[in-house]
């Protein structure tokens, strides 16, 4: 259904819709799909989308994917 939004529809999906997908993907334990999500979201992946997803590696126990968000989110937000 997100894929087809912009081929469908027309309609181009946001951050804010990104970020939701991610936080519903993550919390369900698709972890990978919601890094994929986030790594295809480019300019609207913002570290709210990251640390969605860090949390939810933390939850499922997936520390190669936490490792990248967190290092994502460091660049993202150095001086948090």
């Known amino acids: 259904i997100f894929d087809s939004l912009e081929s469908k529809y027309g309609i181009s999906p946001g951050r804010k819709l990104y970020v939701c997908m991610v936080d519903l993907l993550g919390r369900a334990g698709f972890v990978e799909k919601a890094e994929k999500l986030l790594l295809k979201a480019r300019g609207d ?4 989308a990251w640390s969605s997803l860090l949390q ?6 997936n520390e190669a994917i936490g490792k990248r968000a967190a290092e994502v989110l460091m660049d993202l937000e150095p001086e948090n």
């Not at 992946?45 to 709210?48: F, L, S, V, Y």
């Not at 939810?56 to 126990?61: V, Y």
């Open 56 to 61: 939810s590696c933390r939850i499922h126990g």
């Open 45 to 48: 992946a913002d570290c709210i």
